[in-house]
């Protein structure tokens, strides 16, 4: 069946609803070039505006699925559990979980991604460890698992190619936050990747695409159902990204933090959300296990060093250190009542963290590490933050971005309470 890419706009535009067969044939003529960018993109404002049913939205993932390859872990003889966060400053979570999940025989087939605009990606964090490789083959990807139980990796060029091409240019064109199109390309990718299990950690506050609950649990119900009716063992988890996670941001200082968390330590709230996590993973997977234990005695960290050198990498080698820092100090006596997250990702993007354009080359030492988070008594004059970088003409750019993010008075804010809520259906 043709259509023309005019009509379909206008029907959005007048809020109409797409046609099955009308998002099947858009969705394989924008990949194959047929639809111009300039089209989708006026397509995707029109979605932006007026939104989807939840039948289109299926009709849209499914139709994403279709223009790759889909893999398959049936023959791994292993149960298979994923998790997707929607992104977050600070957000290492997926370093420690992966091989900690791994430890109780559940396989984590981890397909990732880079970072853009002010959220890290977890493949930027790992190339922070000397000789790691983030592109292996499909065969290169099944046998890790097997031999392993853990792998994270770039996704191949094959898994959802629409979801690559539409999603740069949502990127460009301001239609990124848009419910319809994030659960489409997020699960279109979880779904082709073939995990039998997966837990989604929607998050909710000023660092998050979401920044209420109330969207991020529509997202997160869009998600859910998308992932049942796709077969999937699905569930959602909203947690906070109103202040970041953990005490370090930054490539390097992310991986340095989550080894620290493998081997028994690190912050609290990093612990707790892998721990918590790790639980839904092994529920979903159907599978028993003290979590925590595995984090204590050393398992997680021998199953991480493990993964890490099957994809070339030396788990004890020194990580990139960022050649200048500068200190950020209190300015006041008090308690921290605020240290927004948005403020800090952008200050650590500005610093090379982050890339700006999909072609930019990150730099792996800089980033920020905190020495008081939310919530803590500070004196005026002590250090509050250092900041990293191999550039220090970006200290001032970085510092612009802090200086409403940084709230100091005599208000303690209230605690804060990590898990907001809980979608299964
Ligand atoms: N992550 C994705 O993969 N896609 C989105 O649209 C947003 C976050």
């Not at 770039?154 to 240019?169: E, H, Q, R, T, V």
């Not at 990204?241 to 912050?267: C, D, F, H, Q, W």
């Not at 200048?324 to 009542?337: F, I, K, Q, R």
């Amino acid at each position: 069946m043709s259509f023309d890419a005019v009509q379909l706009i206008v029907e959005k535009r007048e809020r109409g609803e797409l046609s099955t067969e009308a998002i099947n044939w858009l969705v394989e003529n924008y990949t194959n070039g047929v639809v111009a960018d300039y089209q989708m993109s006026a397509m995707t404002m029109a979605i932006l505006l007026n939104g989807m049913s939840r039948r289109e939205i299926k009709d849209l993932t499914m139709a994403m699925i279709a223009s790759g390859e889909r893999l398959d872990y049936s023959g791994l003889g292993m149960p298979t559990a994923d998790k997707h966060s929607t992104g977050g400053v600070g957000d290492k979570i997926t370093l420690p979980l992966a091989p900690l999940v791994a430890v109780f025989g559940v396989a984590v087939p981890q397909l990732s991604g880079r970072g853009l605009g002010h959220t890290g990606g977890t493949l930027d964090k790992l190339e922070a460890v000397p000789g790691w490789r983030a592109a292996l083959s499909n065969d290169e990807m099944f046998s890790q698992l097997q031999r392993v139980g853990a792998v994270i990796c770039a996704a191949g060029s094959g898994l959802a190619p629409a979801d690559k091409k539409l999603y740069a240019l949502r990127d460009v064109t301001g239609t990124v936050e848009a419910i319809p199109l994030i659960a489409s390309s997020i699960m279109s990718k979880k779904i082709a990747e073939g995990t039998s299990a997966l837990v989604l950690d929607v998050k909710v506050g000023s660092g998050a695409f979401m920044k209420t609950l109330d969207r991020a649990t529509e997202l997160a119900q869009v998600m859910v159902k998308l992932g049942q009716d796709a077969g999937l063992k699905v569930s959602a988890l909203l947690t906070d990204m109103s202040t970041p996670l953990g005490r370090k941001i930054g490539n390097s200082l992310e991986v340095e933090e989550s080894v620290e968390v493998l081997a028994g330590g690190g912050p609290s709230d990093v612990i707790d959300l892998t721990v918590m996590l790790a639980e839904e993973m092994l529920r979903l997977a159907g599978v028993e296990g003290d979590v925590r234990a595995a984090l204590n005695d050393g398992r997680a960290m021998d199953k991480w060093n493990e993964m890490i050198r099957a994809q070339g990498g030396d788990p004890t080698a020194a990580m990139p250190v960022a050649k200048h820092s500068h200190v950020v100090v209190a300015e006041s006596d008090g308690v921290l009542e605020q240290l927004d997250a948005l403020s800090v990702g952008v200050a650590s993007w500005r610093l090379g963290a982050g890339r700006a354009t999909k072609d930019d080359l990150v730099q792996l030492g800089a980033g920020i590490e905190l020495h008081a988070v939310q919530g803590e008594t500070v004196r005026a004059g002590q250090p509050l933050m250092t900041l990293f970088s191999d550039d220090e003409d970006r200290f001032t750019r970085a510092i612009e971005s802090l200086s409403g993010g940084i709230k100091i008075s005599n208000v303690a804010p209230t605690d804060r309470v990590l898990l907001l809520g809980r979608v299964t259906e």
